[in-house]
């Protein structure tokens, strides 16, 4: 497993260890903000959410993780 922290695309210098990005052995990726588990890019490149709520904050960390919207995240289907 690796662990790395998520870096703004913004123009911002950091989001201060509040974002994260989980890599497992199966190199799913799993965004964690806030030390909640948000959503998952699986090795084929598919994306699934894993939380179904939105903030501003954390809708800044998924926009850098995969480039989303709130519109284009909330659409996304809930992992079961």
Known sequence: MKI??????????SFYGKARVIIDENSVETLVSYNTPIMRRLPDGKLE????????????????????DKKQYQALQKAV
């Open 4 to 13: 790395y922290e998520l870096h703004p695309i913004d123009g911002r210098a």
């Open 49 to 68: 959410k894993l939380w179904d709520g939105w903030t501003q904050t954390t809708g800044k960390h998924i926009k850098a993780f995969c480039g989303m």
